[in-house]
C-alpha cells in the first residue's frame, strides 16, 4: 500500500522559517516526481514545488522561488520543503503528491498519489 505521509505543519511568525516532511512508502519512486501543493480556506488547491528522485531537477511556483526549498533524501524516500520568510498568505494546509509525469504534477490532475495533509499557520 502505497503512502505519502507528512509532518513538520504548525503555527509560526511571519519572517519564520518551518520544514515540511513526505515519507514516501509503498513502492519504488525513481521514476516518479514528488510534489508539495497547498490550499488555503476558499481558495483552490495550488501547485507549490516539485522534484524528480532521479538526477533531482526541481520546479517551483513563482509565488515561492527564493524562500522555498524542495529537496529529497533518496536513502529513506523522504522529501522536504524547507520554507524561509513565510507570509501570512503562505497559509494552508499541505500536500505531498508523486506522479510519473511533470504536466500532471504541476497541475495537480490525475495525479497518481496524495498524502493527507499538514497545517501551515503563518501569524502576521
Known amino acids: 500500500q502505497v503512502q505519502l505521509v507528512e509532518s513538520g505543519g504548525g503555527l509560526v511568525q511571519a519572517g519564520g522559517s518551518l520544514r515540511l516532511s513526505c515519507a514516501a512508502s509503498?513502492?519504488?519512486?525513481?521514476?516518479?516526481?514528488m510534489g508539495w501543493f497547498r490550499q488555503a480556506p476558499g481558495k483552490e488547491r495550488e501547485f507549490v514545488a516539485a522534484?524528480?528522485?532521479?538526477?533531482?531537477?526541481?520546479y517551483y511556483a513563482d509565488s515561492v522561488k527564493g524562500r522555498f526549498t524542495i529537496s529529497r533524501d533518496n536513502a529513506d524516500y523522504t522529501v522536504y520543503l524547507q520554507m524561509n520568510s513565510l507570509k501570512p498568505e503562505d497559509t494552508a494546509v499541505y500536500y505531498c503528491?508523486?506522479?510519473?509525469?511533470?504536466?500532471?504534477?504541476?497541475?495537480?490532475?490525475?495525479?497518481?498519489?496524495w498524502g493527507q495533509g499538514t497545517q501551515v499557520t503563518v501569524s502576521s
Open positions: 503528491a508523486a506522479d510519473e509525469s511533470v504536466f500532471s504534477l504541476r497541475i495537480g490532475v490525475n495525479v497518481d498519489y
Open positions: 509503498g513502492r519504488t519512486f525513481s521514476s516518479y516526481l
Open positions: 522534484i524528480r528522485w532521479s538526477g533531482g531537477t526541481t
